[in-house]
């Protein structure tokens, strides 16, 4: 157990009330007469004081006893009526010294000291806590020192929904809370349970029903989407509304009250001091009451937002994962997510600011109300003047929408872009194009930098509405005197306080109709995307499985991608599939392979027909979807772990290998879109998730093309063959070997299914389907004559090759164990430094602890002329603040106290000089507000550019351990932080103490005592700020980094929405994004009320420092002061409350919107790689002119802790040779490659390309001279000239010519836009063979002299394969070329063959003289191409001879 100090203060506290109050005893024992009736009743009042200070001691002893760590409610009622008590003592105390002249005595030092002490007991009775605490307490350990294990997180029940309603008024629920963040940072599992109505499944379940309903009555119209969002908000925004009505009719007590306070100070006294403690009363009650209500409504209208915001999150992902395939190529990825990332926030913020519109007519009625009263007509000219000030919104508000409108669309065309370059940022460096792409995201982002200067501009015009008060008054005063109404001080002051009560609807009008001006372009560019077509539900009728012949039938299908074009995408579709057959799919590039599964998939439109589905299904998409997490994950995707068919899963898929060489098995961390696991791996382990969930059809597009010859045989034998034995599976594949044991073979041309039947079938009918095979036989011949012309190896050898089926299994395995690589650092896997985990690739979020760090404020602040210009903007605040009290305060001196004075000056002279003073103040804003615009905007524009040149120029390390949702987030919702929140929440943490500083002067000037309370006051505020500090600060980290993974989660939905829907598994996806906005929501939520939390107490503070200022002013004797003055400092005390606390909510605001700061500087310090360009080594402008690669004692590893890749690799590539590079999954390949373009650093040794150190020069240099056809096809969303040309240096002529040499002329002459047809995101209105020849088309148009093709030609058929290889040797004839190819006929006919094993050199030399050795590993590569390939030989000798 352990005795804080609070605890041992509060004891001491209380024993010196005790003392006091004895001392108080005696001396009344003393100085008393016996015979008083007074004497009496103030000594039994002593004496049941001190017995009630001596049972509360014994009661704080006994603390420690029953170990109460919470103070019992009795003892803090009686704690705070003490302090109200000695408040109300000393005032009295006071009241008499300034009356009767009389000296300090005992009494009144026993009073000073009882305050003193009854202060810190109000402090303590507020936190509810004794200061006892328990080292080893089962209560509190938990709480301290939970393990903070990723994704094992404890249920935590919600405090706040458990509260009672003193709890839920004073915010105390919190606590606990507060006491955890106090003594260390927290951590996201602390953070408790939100409310089961904020939850996201509960808003969204509730806001769908009431969609679903208003989409049944009506229809979707935009008109809905608004409809649905009124329906869901109305009851909880109704209570909301009452308490602003409640709060806005409260703050209007005050102003109607001065005139009788001033009068009262003035000599009205014919009930004495009883009329002046009721006025008193009466001012503290509003305030009171305004206090409860404005937090009551500013945390509903906060927690609504949180509530919409989880809704209309939750729609937007469900219309995601159901969106249809044109409406997807209309809506880009970045687009989708900058609705979820930036247009729900504008959204939610009208519900905050929605409580204004019912509390704006309210005050401007009141205030017109106190101005009739005081002014009599006169009011008419203020009301006037009010009305047209607020009229002058609407044309501004309007330009304001429109400037609006077009900084989304440029925000959303910037956000598009960047989301394509961070996922083909590989390419980008590879192709040399990162520069271009940069200075393309900086040329979008002027666009935006434009508007949003237009935007600020217009906002810091609105300077007219700082001045507004002063003009109104102006003119009011203007016209009474104009009209003979006498001006007294009680009525001007009256006026002046309610004139700045109007301040505040006629300051915040401009940013309501702003924020509905911005919410209404968001939530119309929101119901526009709700509105979007789905995928059709009805486009596959589904039968049971006991009612169907067919497992798949097809009648008369007609399908087409574009609804509106005249040539459908396939047609006259008839297909019937019967239970258990295996149907093989192959065609030309571009025939319409994949879309026939998309087809059955009910993925393409249906024009016509009927599909049929009799059972479940399970997909495998031609371009791998891996999910972020690990390969079991991924495997077992949402289904539960059955070891068995666990372990026959990943055996039938090849895994097993791989598995064991991961750094963690198969719980390794898969990066990004598979970023750290080779082509082949991806496809394997998409194949077991396929095979894992025991569908009854598998649809399987080109599942073998990215895997080497064995792996594929093993694939087709144990996969196909093998566990998928007796099920329905359709597979498109190129590979013809695979075709002759398919039950049905579906030949496609040109959208239309040519030929369907057996193998034999289909070579007898001599229509087409031979030409697939011929080209296949032309490959074999290549193989088969290499293997004739070796010395050693003869056609005998070959024979007993084919048949001695036993021996070659065992050499297949020999093979298979000599070459299995180097695990996950095989193909675009460069890992992160930081990896301190075993098979963690993805790091945590960088989160700061601690306070954020002065650098950062400096930094900030210095960002724009060194930070010459804040001082220029306090400089005009502190004239604006000083010209406002001289204006106030010079038209209060001169006013009379009545109507029966004299004035002091002429009425004409009072009114100029108020004038003057108060368009003095009016420029010195707009001076103030013009600078805050241009500094705050010049300064995100220069964060922006420095973050955007660090992440360009960024190792592809960084890239593929950082998600991409959290790079977005900072250069969204971070940077929107930025220009719109962190230049005005700054400003106003120094404007807010220079107003306070201007109040606290006029109240000063009649009432110093007032001091004697409002600096402990302070001093309390600062306590309770720095209480609130850590806690709050963390919260807002926690939100920051808990909002990255919904961003990243959606993107990776959209992406693989068609797998996702194939496996019926959309209810499983949306729960994990429910989970994922909940884990948002809590930091969020919890810091929102942490706000209000510190806001209630310090208004209530600031309310005690009012009454305190009231009572002081009412005790004093009449004539002591200036009515007029103390009337005026009542009016500035009217806002010192929300003065005080918005200075300590300012300071806390700003720190929490600093973090956005922080994290952008986070992303502005990343390691580069190396510099584009090294001046003093420019290689000459042609080289590499021979070619000539040398390689010496190469040593390559991912980062410093992890095992090379590469070893000791030591090689001469001779120039204008053709080199092959082969090796099984793992060998090293790809990583050479990426050596080769410096995406990996050498950690030893050197290349030499024509004598030139390549680690010597600049990036841009290497990789602008080196040609690259990568094995994952990538273009850009435009237009087929701009991909390939994105720099825009060829001329139509030789892009015509290179397209019709990569076999796409044809094509894209049928298009009616030529050269600018369109290109979708991701290029998904292209089959992937297509994206492979466009890739092939780059490179013939940059014609660099070394060419690497890393699985060029993976995705296109054996015919169209054997026209793109002879082009190559055509068009680079005299270049260097290298080769990795899992289709081994295509390196045959190479200069030199590079073998590759687990990362050294296993073989080089000519293929005839590696084939010369029968137990050379290129020689068993050969023979299992050739006894893969032998059972179609046979099929087709037999189909020939028949």
Sequence with gaps: ????????????????????????????????????????????????????????????????????????????????????????????????????????????????????????????????????????????????????????????????????????????????????????????????????????????????????????????????????IFMFVRKKAAINASFAVVSASASYVGPTLIDDLVRFLGGERQQGLKRGYILVAAFLSAKIVETVAQRQWIFGARQLGMRLRASLISQIYQKGLHLSSQSRQNRASGEIINYMSVDIQKITDVIWYANIIWMLPIQVSLAIYVLQKNLGVGALAGLAVTVMIMALNIPLTRIQKRFQSKIMEAKDDRMKATSEVLRSMKILKLQAWDVEYRHKLEALRGTEYNQLWKSLRLRAFTFIFWGAPAFISAVTFG??????????????????????????????????????????????????????????????????????????????????????????????????????????????VGSGKTSLLSGILGEIP???????????????????????????????????????????????????????LFANGDLTEIGERGINMSGGQKQRIQIARAIYQDADIYLLDDPFSAVDAQ??????????????????????????????????????????????????????????????????????????????????????????????????????????????????????????????????????????????????????????????????????????????????????????????????????????????????????????????????????????????????????????????????????????????????????????????????????????????IFIPVTVICMWYQRYYIPTARELARLSGIQ??????????????????????????????????????????????????????????????????????????PEGFINPSIAGLAVSYGLNLNSQLATIIWNICSAENKMISVERILQYSRIRSEAPLLVEDCRPPNNWPENGTICIKSLEVRYAEHLPSVLRNITCTIPGRKKVGIVGRTGSGKSTLIQALFRIVEPREGTIEIDNIDICKIGLHDLRSRLSIIPQDPTMFEGTVKGNLDPLKE?????????????????????????????????????????????????????????LVLDEATASVDSATDGIIQETIRREFKDCTVLTIAHRIHTVIDNDLILVLSEGRILEYDSPSSLLEREDSAFSKFIKEYSLRSQSLNDTTGTSSNS
């Design 1 to 228: 157990m352990s005795l804080g100090i609070s605890y041992q203060a509060s004891k001491m506290c209380c024993l010196l009330m005790l003392i006091c109050r004895l001392l108080r005893l005696i001396f009344l024992q003393s100085q008393g007469n016996g015979n008083h009736c007074n004497y009496w009743l103030s000594g039994l009042a002593e004496v049941l004081q001190s017995i009630s200070w001596i049972l509360l001691l014994v009661a704080i002893f006994n603390f420690q006893q029953t170990k109460c760590m919470k103070l019992p409610q009795i003892v803090r009622a009686w704690w705070i009526c003490s302090f109200f008590q000695s408040v109300i003592c000393l005032v009295i105390d006071i009241n008499s010294i300034f009356l009767e002249n009389a000296s300090l005595g005992v009494e009144e030092y026993t009073d000073l000291l009882m305050l003193l002490s009854c202060t810190y007991l109000f402090v303590i009775s507020f936190r509810g806590k004794t200061g006892i605490s328990f080292r080893h307490s089962s209560t509190t350990e938990p709480l301290l020192h939970t393990s903070t294990e990723e994704h094992k997180e404890t249920k935590r029940h919600s405090p706040y929904g458990r509260a009672s309603i003193p709890q839920l008024v004073t915010f105390s629920w919190l606590n606990p809370l507060f006491a955890i963040g106090l003594k260390k940072p927290l951590e996201q599992n602390e953070v408790p349970d939100i409310d089961i109505k904020d939850t996201a499944e509960f808003s969204s379940n509730s806001f769908g029903n009431i969609l679903k309903c208003i989409k049944e009555r009506c229809g979707l119209r935009t008109t809905s989407i608004y409809k649905a």
């Design 1043 to 1116: 909002r990255a993974p919904i961003l990243h989660h959606f993107a990776e939905t959209l992406s693989g929405a068609a797998t996702i829907r194939a496996f019926e598994l959309e209810d499983q996806f949306s729960k994990a994004n429910l989970s994922l906005i909940d884990r948002h929501s809590r930091p969020w939520f919890h810091n929102i009320s942490a706000m209000e939390w510190l806001s209630f107490r310090l208004n209530l503070l600031s309310n005690f420092v009012f009454a305190f200022l009231l009572i002081l002013l009412v005790s004093l």
């Design 711 to 1012: 792996t594929g045989s093993q694939l087709f034998k144990d996969c196909l063959m093998g566990l998928l034995k007796g099920k329905t599976v359709l597979y498109v594949t190129h590979q013809v070997e695979f075709l002759p044991a398919a039950e049905l073979i579906l030949v496609m041309k040109n959208g239309r299914i040519a030929q369907a039947g057996r193998f034999h079938e289909l070579l007898q009918q001599n229509i087409g389907f031979e030409t697939l095979i011929g080209a296949h036989s032309q490959a074999l011949e290549s193989i088969l004559s290499a293997e004739n012309s070796s010395k050693t190896l003869s056609i005998d050898s070959i024979g007993v090759a084919k048949v001695s089926n036993s021996n070659n299994c065992d050499e297949e395995e020999e093979t298979n164990t000599q070459f299995q690589g180097i695990s996950k650092q095989e193909s675009g896997q460069d890992l992160c430094q930081d990896i301190t985990e075993r098979g963690r690739l993805m790091q945590d979020e960088e989160r700061e602890k601690g306070g954020v760090g002065k650098q950062v404020y400096l930094t900030y602040l210095r960002a724009v002329r060194g930070g010459s210009l804040i001082p220029v903007i306090i400089i005009a605040q502190s004239f604006f603040q000083i010209l406002q009290v001289a204006s106030n305060y010079w038209i209060a001196w001169a006013s009379p106290p009545t109507t029966a004075t004299d004035p002091t000056v002429g009425i004409d002279f009072l009114f100029l000089v108020y004038a003057c003073l108060s368009v003095g103040s009016s420029f010195c804003v707009f001076i103030r507000a013009m600078l805050v615009a241009v500094v705050g905007l010049l300064t995100s524009e220069k964060f922006f550019k420095n973050m955007l040149h660090c992440i360009m120029h960024a190792p592809m390390s960084f890239f593929d351990s950082t998600p991409t949702g959290r790079i977005l987030n900072r250069v969204s919702t971070d940077q929107s932080m930025l220009e719109l929140e962190v230049p005005g929440k700054l400003g106003w943490c120094a404007f807010s103490v220079i107003q306070i500083l201007g109040t606290i002067m006029v109240m000063s000037q009649v009432a110093w005592p007032v001091f004697a």
């Design 479 to 588: 016209s009474c005197i104009m009209m003979g109404i006498p001006l007294t001080a009680g009525r001007v002051l009256s006026a002046l306080a309610t004139f700045g009560m109007l301040q505040e609807p006629i300051f915040t009008l401009p940013d309501l109709l702003s924020a509905l001006a911005q919410g209404k372009v968001s939530a119309d560019r929101v119901a526009l995307y709700l509105q979007e077509d789905e995928i059709e539900s009805d486009a596959v009728e589904f039968i049971a499985r006991y009612k169907a012949e067919f497992d798949i039938e097809i009648d008369h299908g007609i399908f087409s991608w574009d609804a509106e074009s005249k040539l459908p995408t396939l047609e006259d579709i008839q297909l019937k599939v019967k239970r258990g057959m295996k149907v093989a799919i192959c065609g030309t």
């Design 606 to 660: 249906r024009l016509g027909g009927t599909v049929k589905i009799s059972g479940t299904k399970a997909y495998v998409p031609q371009s791998p979807w891996i999910l972020s997490g690990n390969v079991r994950e991924n495997i077992l995707f949402g289904h539960p772990y059955e070891s068995d068919k666990y372990e026959k899963t990943i055996q039938a898929c090849a895994l097993v290998k791989d598995l064991e």
């Design 1290 to 1346: 060829y001329s139509d002529h030789r892009i015509w010519e290179v397209l019709d040499k990569c076999q796409l002329g044809d094509l894209i002459r049928e298009s009616e836009k030529k050269l600018d047809s369109t290109v979708v995101e991701n290029g998904e209105n292209w089959s992937v063979g297509q994206r492979q020849l466009f890739c092939l088309g780059r490179v013939l148009l940059k014609r660099s002299n070394i």
